[in-house]
RNA sequence: GGCCCGUUCGUCUAUCGGUUAGGACGCAGGUUUUUCAUUCCUGUAAGACGGGUUCGACUCCCGUACGGGCUACCA
């Protein structure tokens, strides 16, 4: 009879003593998803909470699948994002190396103990007969049930299989995976999952190439570098029954870490998890940071390059299935931190709202300071070819917050505070203007031309009293200032912008609209 | 198909056996601003279904439905 090895609790002294270290690893196949930024940012939340360490580990052991650029990314979003990990590629620590490329030799020595204590072996079967036996048998999995077909090391002489290893043949080493037995695993966010080993595959531990499967790496790397919690996504959930037999099979359950299963990030419409293709078929930024591939079509904005904070991304995704309780929406990195529970994280999938994601955009916009904004719209500004100083930025920031959603607004919806106006709103003109008001108008430019300081305040009172000495309203006259000034209908404060030009530009704006206007 | 997870307003969620089921986004109306936006106010709308357990169930249990994930020498 196979023995049966129960979970034993895992003694809890030693978490209590243990500090938490926690890691973030992602496969560098591509641009980091919106989902995986939460992964680490929930990982993040919690390592700083407990003030444990932060990990940064790079799982790229699938050669076929590695994107060169791929890490880089994932590195700057993290940082763009304020999830600077404490240890990792390119971070430094005590457990490296951090890239699992890196640590190849590693987990062949791991898997070959394993199959010196008889707890995994080694299996010839080629990836296509495996196919085969797929496409014939409905149900097949490499199992108990089906392990005495195949050939691998329990069905071979072991003469056979040593000549094999010996001259090289290609193979894997699977785990044996006993029959009739029960794994118990504790779920931090779920509670108990029960799974019967019965049902459970010889998973691949080491590949013909060499490298070890997520499995094996992921195991071997989370007990080498200590890690205490395992944050992840739901997706792994079903193999973490497999995660505990190799923790059992290595003798590793006293220290195994405890298990968070994040739920998943869902479609803004429809059915199914968020994915890359969602992008652009909504017209939205499902990705931290923009991705510049060779080709067009691969190519894609971010929540950067589209305009978000990335405090407001981090705000709006750590609600994103999970929420402390109360009435608060908006959080600081700090309170998040001090709120931040894996027990309140949510069990069901959670749907990617982007009205929302822009709600905090403005809210984190408006509340955020004019000098800071200046900052981020000095690039978006410069681009545009505009010579730009940090005063007038920070007026601009400042007329101009309480109107946008996205970081360029400030330049495309503000474009006249940088540059003259390209064109009149027509049904203000044609509504508002008589020719009368020319008179009015050259009245106007005179003022202005020696109001001085030229302050918005003082000059609004001067304008409105000489609107009233002319025996107008001024809803005559100021809806034509503005389009004056502005172009259009919408915008800050005519004053203000007035101020914001300048007596000059405002001399000018005013002298050019009038021709506009006479010659309509 | 098999295994596993899930299910409160359209969306994100609160509630941890006793509430008129609360908040936020969105949407609608109003207010403020002689523009736009902001602000503020009001409205809108929910416990998938069926059985239990209980004095009492959104909350616990079972079933069904629906949704999702996994089922690779990918992670």
Same mark, same amino acid.
Request: proline share 6%.
């Given at each position: 009879?196979?023995?049966? &090895?129960?979970?034993?609790?895992?003694?809890?002294?030693?978490? *209590?003593? #243990?500090?938490?270290?926690?890691?973030?690893?992602? &496969?560098?196949?591509?641009?980091?998803?919106?989902?995986?930024?939460?992964?680490?940012?929930?990982?993040?939340?919690?390592?700083?909470?407990?003030?444990?360490?932060?990990?940064?580990?790079?799982?790229?052991?699938?050669?076929?699948?590695?994107?060169?650029?791929?890490?880089?990314?994932?590195?700057?979003?993290?940082?763009?994002?304020?999830?600077?990990?404490?240890?990792?590629?390119?971070?430094?620590?005590?457990?490296?190396?951090?890239?699992?490329?890196?640590?190849?030799?590693?987990?062949?020595?791991?898997?070959?103990?394993?199959?010196?204590?008889?707890?995994?072996?080694?299996?010839?079967?080629?990836?296509?007969? *495996?196919?085969?036996?797929?496409?014939?048998?409905?149900?097949?999995?490499?199992?108990?049930?089906?392990?005495?077909?195949?050939?691998?090391?329990?069905?071979?002489?072991?003469?056979?299989?040593?000549?094999?290893?010996?001259?090289?043949?290609?193979?894997?080493?699977?785990?044996?995976?006993?029959?009739?037995?029960?794994?118990?695993?504790?779920?931090?966010?779920?509670?108990?999952?029960?799974?019967?080993?019965?049902?459970?595959?010889?998973?691949?531990?080491?590949?013909?190439?060499?490298?070890?499967?997520?499995?094996?790496?992921?195991?071997?790397?989370?007990?080498?570098?200590?890690?205490?919690?395992?944050?992840?996504? =739901?997706?792994?959930?079903?193999?973490?029954?497999?995660?505990?037999?190799?923790?059992?099979?290595?003798?590793?359950?006293?220290? #195994?870490?405890?298990?968070?299963?994040?739920?998943?990030?869902?479609?803004?419409?429809?059915?199914?998890?968020? &994915?890359?293709?969602?992008?652009?078929?909504?017209?939205?930024?499902?990705?931290?940071?923009?991705?510049?591939?060779?080709?067009?079509?691969?190519?894609?904005?971010?929540?950067?390059?589209?305009?978000?904070?990335?405090?407001? #991304?981090?705000?709006?995704?750590?609600?994103?299935?999970?929420?402390?309780?109360?009435?608060?929406?908006?959080?600081?990195?700090?309170?998040?931190?001090?709120?931040?529970?894996? =027990?309140?994280?949510?069990?069901?999938?959670?749907?990617?709202?982007?009205?929302?994601?822009?709600?905090?955009?403005?809210?984190?916009?408006?509340?955020?300071?004019?000098?800071?904004?200046?900052?981020?719209?000095?690039?978006?500004?410069?681009?545009?070819?505009?010579?730009?100083?940090?005063?007038?930025?920070?007026?601009?920031?400042?007329? #101009?917050?309480?109107?946008?959603?996205?970081?360029?607004?400030?330049?495309?919806?503000?474009?006249?505070?940088?540059?003259?106006?390209?064109?009149?709103?027509?049904?203000?003109?044609?509504?508002?203007?008589?020719?009368?008001?020319?008179?009015?108008?050259?009245?106007?430019?005179? *003022?202005?031309?020696?109001?001085?300081?030229?302050?918005?305040?003082?000059?609004? =009172?001067?304008?409105?009293?000489?609107?009233?000495?002319?025996?107008?309203?001024?809803?005559?006259?100021?809806?034509?200032?503005?389009?004056?000034?502005?172009?259009?209908?919408?915008?800050?404060?005519?004053?203000?912008?007035?101020?914001?030009?300048?007596?000059?530009?405002?001399?000018?704006?005013?002298?050019?609209?009038?021709?506009?206007?006479?010659?309509?």
């Amino acid at each position: 009879m196979p023995s049966v &090895s129960r979970t034993h609790p895992a003694s809890t002294i030693d978490y *209590l003593t #243990m500090s938490v270290r926690v890691r973030f690893a992602p &496969s560098p196949t591509g641009a980091l998803h919106i989902g995986g930024i939460r992964t680490a940012l929930y990982n993040y939340l919690f390592a700083r909470q407990q003030g444990g360490t932060f990990i940064l580990r790079i799982e790229d052991t699938d050669q076929g699948r590695y994107v060169p650029g791929a890490e880089k990314y994932i590195i700057e979003a993290l940082q763009w994002a304020g999830l600077t990990p404490d240890e990792g590629v390119e971070f430094g620590g005590e457990f490296g190396p951090y890239r699992q490329s890196d640590r190849k030799a590693i987990y062949g020595d791991y898997a070959r103990q394993l199959v010196a204590n008889g707890k995994a072996y080694y299996a010839f079967d080629t990836p296509e007969e *495996l196919e085969q036996r797929r496409a014939a048998e409905p149900n097949f999995t490499c199992n108990a049930a089906t392990r005495t077909t195949l050939t691998n090391a329990l069905t071979l002489p072991a003469a056979e299989t040593q000549r094999r290893l010996d001259a090289g043949v290609p193979g894997v080493i699977r785990l044996l995976v006993q029959p009739q037995e029960e794994i118990h695993v504790q779920d931090l966010i779920r509670g108990e999952v029960v799974f019967q080993s019965s049902e459970l595959d010889d998973k691949v531990l080491l590949k013909a190439d060499g490298m070890p499967t997520y499995h094996l790496a992921n195991i071997v790397d989370d007990h080498l570098m200590q890690i205490t919690h395992v944050i992840r996504g =739901e997706e792994w959930l079903p193999s973490t029954a497999h995660h505990v037999l190799l923790y059992r099979a290595f003798g590793w359950t006293d220290t #195994m870490p405890q298990f968070a299963h994040l739920p998943l990030i869902l479609k803004p419409e429809g059915n199914g998890k968020l &994915s890359k293709r969602d992008g652009a078929k909504f017209g939205i930024p499902v990705f931290p940071l923009g991705w510049v591939a060779e080709k067009e079509e691969d190519s894609f904005p971010g929540f950067r390059e589209t305009g978000f904070l990335p405090q407001a #991304m981090t705000n709006f995704l750590a609600l994103l299935g999970w929420h402390p309780g109360g009435d608060q929406e908006i959080f600081t990195m700090d309170e998040l931190i001090a709120a931040f529970s894996i =027990e309140h994280i949510s069990k069901g999938g959670a749907r990617f709202d982007y009205d929302k994601a822009k709600w905090f955009n403005q809210k984190y916009i408006q509340a955020a300071d004019n000098a800071d904004l200046a900052r981020y719209i000095r690039p978006l500004a410069e681009a545009k070819g505009y010579k730009v100083t940090d005063a007038l930025l920070t007026q601009v920031a400042g007329l #101009m917050k309480e109107r946008v959603t996205f970081l360029p607004d400030f330049v495309e919806q503000g474009y006249y505070l940088f540059e003259p106006v390209r064109n009149y709103d027509a049904e203000t003109v044609q509504k508002k203007w008589k020719p009368e008001l020319g008179p009015v108008f050259a009245a106007l430019a005179e *003022l202005v031309a020696g109001f001085n300081p030229f302050e918005g305040a003082a000059l609004e =009172e001067a304008v409105k009293q000489l609107i009233q000495e002319k025996g107008l309203k001024p809803g005559d006259i100021l809806p034509l200032l503005r389009i004056a000034m502005a172009g259009t209908m919408k915008g800050p404060a005519v004053f203000d912008t007035a101020a914001l030009l300048g007596r000059e530009e405002t001399a000018n704006r005013l002298k050019l609209a009038l021709a506009h206007f006479e010659a309509a």
